[in-house]
């Protein structure tokens, strides 16, 4: 299990941008493929960011429509979600989970609490 907290969201204009940020306890960090997901209100919860352990792979869900980029610091035991020309249909609490293969379900062994991300038009 890793801990991870996330943080970065808040209240945005559409059109905007954010950086979410998501810190893990683990000196395996860089063993993981890690993760961002995401639950608007009354959904399910849903994939947007997967990078493998290297930085060598990145996939994204269809949605992002290259408005988002995943990236890591394994030094810093760190990964990021630049999330650029927010919707209001972004509006969410993101999730970063942490896992031992890149996967685009929710087959991850450790989750944070998430940060509330709402874009307003």
């Known amino acids: 299990q890793v801990q991870l907290v996330e943080s970065g969201g808040g209240l945005v204009q559409a059109g905007g941008s954010l950086r979410l940020s998501c810190a893990a306890s683990?000196?395996?960090?860089?063993?993981?493929?890690m993760a961002w997901f995401r639950q608007a209100p009354g959904k399910q919860r849903e994939f947007v960011a997967v990078?493998?352990?290297?930085?060598?792979?990145?996939r994204y869900a269809d949605f992002v429509e290259g408005r988002f980029t995943i990236s890591r610091d394994n030094a810093k035991n760190t990964v990021y979600l630049q999330m650029n020309s927010l919707k209001p249909e972004d509006t969410a609490v993101y999730y970063c989970?942490?896992?031992?293969?890149?996967?685009?379900?929710?087959?991850?062994?450790?989750w944070g609490q998430g940060t509330q991300v709402t874009v307003f038009s």
């Open positions: 989970a942490a896992g031992a293969v890149v996967s685009t379900t929710e087959n991850y062994h450790s």
């Open positions: 683990a000196r395996a960090f860089s063993n993981y493929a």
């Open positions: 990078v493998s352990w290297n930085n060598d792979m990145t």
